[in-house]
């Protein structure tokens, strides 16, 4: 099992920059994808990025494109997510979350959720 538990949010403006992190325990942190997920107030909770167990694969959202980037640092059983660029439809609570198993980017394939961190971006 894997708990997980995120840091880093806040109340920036247009066009700054946020590094969002996310510390997991256990000692088996590479077996598992991990994820980022937002949802805004009155929407469902979306994917934003992920990350595969070595790192080697990621995926994004199509408007995140090119301005977040998630990483992890298995030795220290860590995930990041540095968002560039922000725009106001960037705010919402995010969340980190741990996947058991194959590649997947979808919400309900993560079995461990983060508490979530709230962003907010004004402009």
């Known amino acids: 099992q894997v708990q997980v538990v995120e840091s880093g949010g806040g109340l920036v403006q247009a066009g700054d920059s946020l590094r969002l992190s996310c510390a997991a325990s256990?000692?088996?942190?590479?077996?598992?994808?991990m994820g980022w997920f937002r949802q805004a107030p009155g929407k469902e909770r979306d994917f934003v990025a992920a990350?595969?167990?070595?790192?080697?694969?990621?995926a994004y959202e199509d408007s995140v494109k090119g301005r977040f980037t998630i990483s992890r640092d298995n030795a220290k059983n860590t995930v990041s997510l540095q968002m560039n660029s922000l725009k106001p439809e960037d705010t919402a609570v995010y969340y980190c979350?741990?996947?058991?198993?194959?590649w997947g980017v979808g919400v309900y394939e993560y079995n461990y959720w983060g508490q979530g961190t709230q962003v907010t971006v004004s402009s």
């Open positions: 256990g000692r088996t942190f590479s077996n598992y994808v």
């Open positions: 990350i595969s167990g070595g790192g080697t694969t990621t």
């Open positions: 979350a741990a996947k058991r198993g194959p």
